[in-house]
C-alpha cells in the first residue's frame, strides 16, 4: 500500500523522478525521511508523513525552520460546529490531497526530495529520488498556502455560495447545515462545481438527508463510514447524533501514577463546545489541587490522590460515552418563529463559568459552555460569581456573532443578587468590580 502511494502520487503529477547526477548549485537540496501512519479511513487506510522538522545533525537546521511560518486564516472550531447544528440538515465534506491541488514553485522542488524503493517488494533494490511539484503536508507554511489559495478563489467567485464555503471551511474539511432539502442539493450540486473550477474535489460527503446520500452514492463521492470524523467529534449521519472520541484512562506502564502522567491524560478530552465541563472541571480541579502540593512531574503521587483519580478518570470515561442530539433547530421551514437564547451563570469556591441554552417551540437544547478554575488567591464568593457573568457576556457575544440575527430575545440568569445589584448601580465600584461590570455592559449592551 505504502508503495502504491507512492506510484499514485508520481501518476497524478504530484512528485517526479529526478537524477542524483544532476545536482543543482543555484538551488538548494533538501531530503525528507517519510513513514506511513494508518488511519481509520476508507479513502486513505494509509497517509504517508513527510517530516520536515528532522535534522540531519544538531547544527543543521530542518526544512521547517528554513522556511516561512506564517498561521492559516482558520476558523474558530466552535462556531463551525455551532453552524453545523444549527439547521434540520446537515452535510460535512473534505477536500480531495487538498495541499497537493497547489503547484510548487520550480525553483523550490529540490528542497523536497526524498528516497524510495525501485522494487517495495525488495529491501536491497535501488533507491529512486523523487521531489514534490506541489505543496506537500509536514512543511510548516503549507497550511497557509491552502488557506490563501481558497480564500482567493472565494473571493474571486464571490456570492452566498462561497460565504458559505468559507464559513464552514477548516483546512481542507467543510462543514455547515441548512433548513430545507432543496437546499441541501443545490449546495451540493454548486459547491462541488466551484471547486472543481479552482482544481479542488470536494468528496467524502455524507448527511443525514437520505436524498443527498443516494445522489452522492450514485457519483461516488459518499463517505462510506459509520462515523464521519468532524473537527475531533465523531458523526453518526444515520441517527443524527455526535459521539466524543473514546479514550482510555489507565495508570501508567509501570502502575503508578504521576502528575506528568495525569496532565497527559485530563487533556486527551477535546471538548471544544465545552458540553462535557460538569465532568471535565473536575478533571481541572484535580490538577491544580497537585499543583498546590509542590510536586515534581514525574514523582509517584501519593495512595489517597491516586484513588481520586481513578474516581475522576472513571467519570471522564464514562462521559465520553454521551450522545449529543446534532440538530438545535434554531429555524423551522414550517414555523417563522425565531428562538430565544439563555444564557446561565454560576459560581463555587473550586469554579465558575456559563453555559448557553437554544428554547424553540418550548425545547431547550444547550449550545456551549465555558468554565474556568477559581484563582488560587482566595477570592469572595460573589466576586466569583461576577467572573462568572462575564464568562457568560462572552459566550453571549460568541454566538450571537455566529448567528446574527437569530435570536428574537436573549436573557441572562443569575442566582447571585449581590451580582444583580452590582449591575444595576450607579454607585462607584471598586477597580475589580468596575471592570468586569463594564466589559459585561459593553459585549451585552441594552441585555443587561
Known amino acids: 500500500m505504502?508503495?502504491?502511494?507512492?506510484?499514485?502520487?508520481?501518476?497524478r503529477h504530484f512528485i517526479e523522478k529526478v537524477e542524483?547526477?544532476?545536482?543543482?548549485?543555484?538551488?538548494?537540496?533538501?531530503?525528507?525521511?517519510?513513514?506511513?501512519?494508518?488511519?481509520?479511513?476508507?479513502?486513505?487506510p494509509i497517509r504517508i508523513v513527510y517530516d520536515c522538522s528532522c535534522k540531519d545533525g544538531r547544527d543543521n537546521p530542518s526544512l521547517n525552520e528554513c522556511l516561512e511560518s506564517h498561521p492559516p486564516v482558520m476558523n474558530d472550531i466552535t462556531g463551525i460546529l455551532m453552524r453545523f447544528r444549527a439547521k434540520k440538515y446537515a452535510t460535512t465534506s473534505d477536500l480531495e490531497k487538498a495541499f497537493l491541488q497547489i503547484q510548487l514553485d520550480e525553483k523550490d522542488r529540490d528542497a523536497t526530495r526524498f528516497l524510495w524503493l525501485s522494487d517495495p517488494t525488495n529491501t536491497s533494490s535501488p533507491l529512486i529520488t523523487y521531489r514534490f511539484k506541489s505543496v506537500l503536508f509536514g512543511a510548516t507554511c503549507s497550511p497557509f498556502i491552502l488557506s490563501a489559495t481558497l480564500l482567493?478563489?472565494?473571493?474571486?467567485?464571490?456570492?452566498?455560495?462561497?460565504?458559505?464555503?468559507?464559513?464552514?471551511?477548516?483546512?481542507?474539511?467543510?462543514?455547515t447545515s441548512?433548513?430545507?432539502?432543496?437546499d441541501l442539493i443545490d449546495y451540493y450540486r454548486r459547491s462541488r462545481e466551484l471547486l472543481t473550477k479552482g482544481g479542488f474535489n470536494l468528496r467524502s460527503w455524507n448527511s443525514n438527508s437520505p436524498k443527498l446520500q443516494e445522489i452522492a452514492?450514485?457519483?461516488?463521492?459518499?463517505?462510506?463510514?459509520?462515523?464521519?470524523?468532524?473537527?475531533?467529534?465523531k458523526w453518526n449521519a444515520k441517527s443524527d447524533k455526535l459521539f466524543y472520541q473514546s479514550n482510555t484512562f489507565e495508570m501508567d506502564k509501570k502502575g503508578k501514577l504521576t502528575k506528568r502522567y495525569i496532565l497527559r491524560q485530563s487533556s486527551k478530552i477535546f471538548d471544544p463546545l465545552g458540553?462535557?465541563?460538569p465532568v471535565t472541571v473536575k478533571a481541572k480541579i484535580f490538577m491544580q489541587s497537585l499543583w498546590k502540593l509542590n510536586l515534581e512531574l514525574d514523582e509517584i503521587l501519593p495512595e489517597d490522590i491516586q484513588s481520586k483519580w481513578i474516581l475522576i478518570s472513571r467519570d471522564l470515561a464514562t462521559s465520553l460515552e454521551t450522545e449529543i442530539h446534532r440538530?438545535?433547530?434554531?429555524?423551522?421551514?414550517?414555523?417563522?418563529?425565531?428562538?430565544?437564547l439563555h444564557v446561565f451563570t454560576d459560581a463555587s469556591t473550586h469554579e465558575y463559568g456559563a453555559c448557553a441554552y437554544i428554547l424553540y417551540d418550548r425545547k431547550p437544547t444547550i449550545v456551549m459552555a465555558k468554565n474556568r478554575v477559581a484563582p488560587i488567591k482566595t477570592i469572595t464568593l460573589p466576586k466569583l460569581e461576577l467572573m462568572g457573568a462575564v464568562i457568560g457576556a462572552?459566550?453571549?457575544?460568541?454566538?450571537?456573532?455566529n448567528f446574527p440575527e437569530t435570536f428574537s430575545e436573549i436573557q441572562f440568569w443569575s442566582d447571585s443578587q449581590i451580582v444583580l445589584s452590582w449591575l444595576s448601580s450607579v454607585k462607584p465600584q471598586r477597580q475589580f468590580i468596575k471592570n468586569r461590570i463594564e466589559e459585561i455592559k459593553s459585549l451585552c449592551g441594552d441585555n443587561v
Do not use: A
Open 152 to 175: 482567493k478563489h472565494f473571493k474571486e467567485n464571490p456570492g452566498k455560495l462561497s460565504d458559505t464555503l468559507e464559513n464552514g471551511l477548516y483546512v481542507d474539511n467543510i462543514l
Open 394 to 401: 462572552r459566550l453571549d457575544d460568541h454566538i450571537c456573532k
Open 327 to 340: 440538530s438545535t433547530q434554531t429555524q423551522n421551514e414550517n414555523n417563522r418563529n425565531l428562538p430565544t
Open 2 to 11: 505504502y508503495g502504491d502511494s507512492i506510484r499514485e502520487q508520481e501518476r
Open 217 to 233: 452514492s450514485k457519483e461516488k463521492t459518499l463517505d462510506k463510514d459509520e462515523l464521519t470524523k468532524i473537527l475531533g467529534m
Open 275 to 277: 458540553l462535557l465541563s
Open 178 to 182: 441548512f433548513d430545507n432539502e432543496s
Open 20 to 44: 542524483e547526477t544532476k545536482l543543482p548549485t543555484d538551488r538548494p537540496v533538501h531530503y525528507i525521511p517519510h513513514h506511513p501512519v494508518s488511519k481509520e479511513s476508507s479513502t486513505t
